[in-house]
């Protein structure tokens, strides 16, 4: 069907916390198998995989050593035929991620390059000379870009005498996209697995494969040794290789791609967006999750900002209105890289399951695919760990730089930024039940599970008629049955308001207002317009709303109104 993806909800799944189906502590494919039947309950129509395929695990998949195989734990290939077989079954799509920006340096590919300056592959990564060597004899890396995991991005290799090159860790070196037969490589792959019956990508840093293949020194600010620029998505030719990964791939099937695409604008969206550019059906976009990230600092993600609603809000309008009707966005708040949205924008105490049903329905009214992150749907929250029970390799090698290397922020702020903002908020195990190692598993977990199993897990949100599970499973209906959702605009309402974000959606002679309440404070707001002809699609307090001009909104409360055509 085309654009069928306009019109669903991808669930995002993280194999190694979802379930594990043979209690080694670690989750697997057919503990997913077990629990379709619950994601078909909750109505979604794509699920998203986050890597299976066989890696050393030093970024938890996003090192692949064979892209042809499942990494053991998670099972075997016939397990993934199996659960692409029940899924379709169900009615359910599957996305794979895409990681090929980089290998693991344990794939043969690297293996072989490594050995020597003119092995066969030694031109399948690349490789780059000293551009000296320091007062102790150290060589000094070609230029000061630096890693997402902290330091240079050149990692020496003693044998061979020269730098590689890695954007991430140094077990991730990075695949020379300007070869070839690289290229064709990835294609032939992807086609085996679309072959095999695989729905559609996700595709990891999707902007970063082409190189500036001068590899200049970025611009540095005072004190800064290595750089992380905008500039590693903008490469002369990324456009041309997603128009030839398109062509040669998704081109031949009905899939659905969306491409994970730091430090892209809105503008730039529609380029990598629009049906005529022959690219991506859509992107990951990052501007909104980098709003509570002070701006500029030598610490990145960890220096915490407060949340400023108006900025949020500005963005969101940015990319509703930049891409009506020329391209397509994704909708999320969370995914594993992200901390938990209710912890970081909501309340997750008193008021965790108002705030989290709040966020969900101000996020999957926009125009847009919504995605959601295993446990988002019950309200999973933040965790609390020491740091040696993280399992995450950018919090330890981000410790290391930043609090012993240097020390600039001491232990404990680190950690409360750790708490805040770490990727393992995200992955700890899916709390099914109030069991032991709540349902999860019978053994101990890769990595802890929260402590508050107890009070949110699955089963009691399924048995509760008024929960956030049962909240999103609406959400997800309604996007299926209003025209309105997917095909209006979008217009923000009171764009200075600290606490409140409301807007309006137009389809026609259809009407979708909503507002939610980012703040525990009870607000007075002032509507235009005729509001006795709406009706209320949806609204998170008992208590009766009484529609009209002036309204109070309660603490993290959220309404939808919508005006049908037919009263207009
Ligand atoms: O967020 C970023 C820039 O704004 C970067 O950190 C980067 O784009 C992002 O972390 C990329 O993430 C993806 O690739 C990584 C992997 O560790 C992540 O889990 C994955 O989502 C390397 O493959
Ligand atoms: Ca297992």
Known sequence: MADFWKKSVVYQ??????????????????????????????????????PVYASPQADNGYDISDYF????????????????????????????????????????????????????????????????????RKPIPPNNWGSFFSGSAWEWD???????????????????????????????????????????WRIDTCNLYSKQTAFLDFPSRDGEKYVISPMYARGPRIHEFLREMNREVFSRYDCVTVGEAPFTTAEEAIIYTAPGE???NMIFTFEHMEIDSAPGSMNGKWDIAKLNLPRLKKVFEKWQKTL??????SLYWNNHDQP??????????????????????ILHLMQGTP???????????????????????????????????????????????????????????????????????????????????????AEKDRKSPDSIYYWYQKLIRLR???????????????????DIFAYMRTFEDERLIVVGNFSGKTREIELDGQLDVYEILLKNYDERLSISNRITVKPWEVFALYRGAKIA
């Not at 379930?19 to 998203?48: A, F």
């Not at 990835?186 to 559609?200: A, K, R, S, T």
């Not at 009506?324 to 966005?329: L, P, V």
């Not at 295993?374 to 410790?399: K, P, S, V």
């Open 278 to 280: 022959r690219k991506l």
């Open 371 to 457: 995605f959601i992150y295993q446990g988002e749907e019950i309200g999973m929250t933040n965790c609390r760990y020491n740091l040696e029970d993280y399992n995450d390799i950018e919090i330890h090698n981000a410790y290391r730089e930043i609090v012993q290397e240097q020390k600039t922020m001491t232990h404990d702020e680190f950690m409360e930024a750790v708490h805040k903002k770490g990727r393992d908020n995200a992955r700890t195990p899916f709390q099914w039940d109030d069991s032991e190692n709540a349902g999860f598993s019978s053994a101990r977990p890769w990595l802890k599970v929260n402590p508050r199993y107890k009070e949110i897990n």
């Open 158 to 200: 003693e044998n061979t005498e020269q730098f590689y090159l890695h954007l991430f860790s140094k077990n991730q070196p990075d695949l020379n996209w300007e070869n070839d037969l690289v290229r064709r490589k990835i294609y032939d792959m992807m086609n085996w697995w679309m072959q095999m019956g695989v729905d559609g």
């Open 13 to 50: 799944i993280y194999p190694k916390s979802f379930k594990d189906s043979n209690n080694d502590g670690i989750g697997d494919l057919r503990g997913i198998i077990e629990k379709l039947d619950y994601l078909q309950e909750l109505g979604v129509d794509i699920i998203w995989l986050n």
């Open 340 to 361: 938990r949205i209710v912890s970081r924008w909501g309340d997750d105490g008193q008021y965790r399951v108002k705030s989290a049903k709040m966020l969900a329905c």
């Open 69 to 136: 195989s499942i990494y053991p734990p998670f099972g075997t290939l016939d397990d993934m035929k199996q659960l692409l077989q029940e899924s379709h079954r169900r009615g359910i799509k599957v996305m794979m991620d895409l990681v090929v920006n980089h290998t693991s340096d344990e794939h043969i590919w690297f293996k072989e390059s490594r050995k020597s300056r003119d092995n066969p592959y030694r031109d399948f990564y690349i490789w780059r000379d000293a551009r000296g060597y320091d007062d102790n």
């Open 324 to 329: 009506y009707k020329k391209g397509w966005n």
């Open 480 to 498: 299926k049955e209003m025209e309105i959702i997917t095909e209006g605009d979008f217009n923000l309402l009171f764009p200075d308001d600290e």
